[in-house]
């Protein structure tokens, strides 16, 4: 029997360890805090005053401090996985992903293809028109690739089934207007400024002219749908 529904999320183990590893960590550096501290006086002939503070705790204290203070960091990191990834729950009726930024769900009935493009989670129409691109981390991928699959979806697996359609983007190129040229500056501006609402903005606005728009090693990628295809 299908499950209704099937979500994916950084497993909860994961983030345990993650905390864990943050402990051990921490536990470790309370007993090397002090033999590095000597060393680097012996280079530097000082150490920074925190770090001297840190190496004349006596073992009793330093231990928990130390520990505890990893376990805080782990922690943080953990939380940050977390929400960075949020859930996409997938059943036979619609995909829906939940995220601090804004949730989204897309229609099964509009879903042609699901595949992973390095580290974003791509949902796309039979015009090859993106409905949904996500950031998803890589060692999510296997099970985002079992849920799709279970629920009956498309997955096509971990490349672009159109990337050879993609160009980095030139400004003045003529395969573009002046107005899509005009956007992609705006979003390229957005991005830099660290804007990213209105970067999103931006891109859903190329969307609507049959512009797909990616980032890659800090440039900006297109792919104009083809012309026999009616945007959404």
């Known amino acids: ?3 209704q529904s099937t979500t994916v ?3 909860r183990s994961w983030l345990s360890a993650m905390c864990l590893s943050g402990a051990v960590i921490g ?3 309370a007993h090397i805090v002090k033999p ?3 060393w680097i006086v012996e280079i530097l002939g000082s150490a920074p005053s925190w770090l001297n503070a840190a190496a004349n705790l ?3 204290w330093a231990v928990p401090v130390f520990s505890l203070i990893g376990l805080a960091v782990g922690g943080w990191f953990a939380y940050e996985w977390q929400k960075e990834n949020g859930s996409v729950v997938i059943s036979r009726q619609n995909v829906t992903v939940f995220r601090e930024s804004g949730n989204q769900r897309v229609a099964r009935e509009r879903i042609a293809s699901v595949y992973t493009d390095g580290k974003d989670l ?3 129409d039979r015009r090859t028109n993106e409905l949904l691109r996500i950031s998803s981390d890589n060692a999510l991928e296997d099970q985002m690739r079992r849920a799709f699959e279970l629920q009956g979806y498309p997955w096509k697996g971990t490349k672009d089934p159109n990337e050879s359609s993609f160009e980095t983007w030139i400004d003045g190129d003529d395969a573009l ?3 899509m040229h005009a956007v992609l500056r705006q979003r390229r501006d957005a991005l830099e400024d660290k804007h990213f609402g209105a ?3 931006f891109r859903e606005e190329l969307l609507s002219h049959g512009v797909i728009v990616r980032d890659r090693n800090g440039t900006q990628q297109v792919r104009v749908i083809p012309r026999e295809y009616e945007v959404r």
């Open 1 to 3: 029997m299908i499950e």
């Open 9 to 11: 999320a950084v497993p």
């Open 27 to 29: 536990f470790l550096a």
């Open 36 to 38: 590095v501290v000597n």
């Open 58 to 60: 006596p073992s009793a």
């Open 122 to 124: 791509v949902i796309a």
């Open 177 to 179: 207007d002046s107005q």
């Open 199 to 201: 970067a999103k903005d």
